[in-house]
């Protein structure tokens, strides 16, 4: 499930249930930096939410909720592809 935050307002815009997305991958690296990706297809209802900018929270492997920033979407066919990066490296910045 991934609930797609306002980036402004901290609303729930809109929940993806894993129906709605495919092939996610979580990667962690040896700095501790995280990684995100998910596709849908371009034409999903829900794609719409799917900015650039736009904050995504996932639950995480030990029932605790990460948050990702959302990059720019690349849009593949009639797939859209999502990147996101983990919230605290822009805190770093």
Do not use: C, Q, W
Not at 15 to 27: C, G, I, P, Q, R
């Amino acid at each position: 499930m991934i609930h797609i935050i306002d980036e402004r307002t901290d609303d729930i815009l809109a929940v993806l249930s894993e129906a709605d997305f495919y092939n996610d991958e979580h990667f962690e690296d040896l700095k501790g930096v995280e990684t995100f990706k998910f596709f849908m297809p371009a034409n999903h209802t829900k794609a719409g939410f799917l900015t650039s900018r736009r904050r995504i929270v996932i639950p995480g492997e030990d029932g605790e909720f990460k948050e990702f920033i959302l990059t720019e979407p690349y849009l593949i066919n009639n797939t859209k592809e999502f990147y996101t990066m983990g919230s605290f490296v822009d805190l770093r910045k």
